[in-house]
């Protein structure tokens, strides 16, 4: 898949600065007071996980933490001190229905105007051939700067 270069907190601060609904005077409230709030932030919910509390980020979804350990099945041997295989953890993130439904229909409203994918994750070559094949989109359409996968 084509790489998506990641929100960071700076690039964060950076749009919240210039929303149109930005009210707060701009030589008080600055760009790097914005990304110092929101490092702070990003830190505490760092700390909050890894004492394994859920955050939930309202009108996004949650990051769970989960404590795991191997059950013995699908060719893994079961935890085992002296073998080397250890408990482990693992995040399970999810995202409420407003979101969800938010993206499926940008993902759909795309489709219909020959983007392929959300504005900047285009589907892949294999999933590009999928709906070519099933007719949902037409055989002809080529992805723009997408991946070669």
């Known amino acids: 898949m084509a790489r998506v270069k990641a929100l960071s907190a700076y690039k964060m601060a950076k749009r919240i600065f210039n929303r149109e609904d930005n009210v707060y005077d701009k030589k008080v409230i600055t760009k790097q007071l914005i990304t110092n709030i929101l490092l702070m932030y990003i830190d505490e919910c ?87 094949k099933s007719g949902y989109i037409s055989a002809d359409a080529e992805i723009k700067d997408g991946d070669d996968e």
């Open 46 to 132: 760092r700390k909050a996980l890894a004492e394994g509390e859920r955050i939930e980020i309202s009108k996004v979804g949650s990051i769970i933490p989960e404590v795991k350990g191997h059950e013995g099945n699908f060719n893994l041997s079961m935890c085992n001190k002296d073998g080397g295989n250890t408990p482990y953890t693992k995040l399970k993130i999810t995202r409420n229905n407003l979101l969800s439904e938010t993206m499926n229909k940008n993902l759909l409203r795309n489709i219909e105007n020959g983007i392929y994918g959300l504005v900047k994750l285009p589907f892949s070559r294999q999933q590009m051939d999928i709906l070519k």
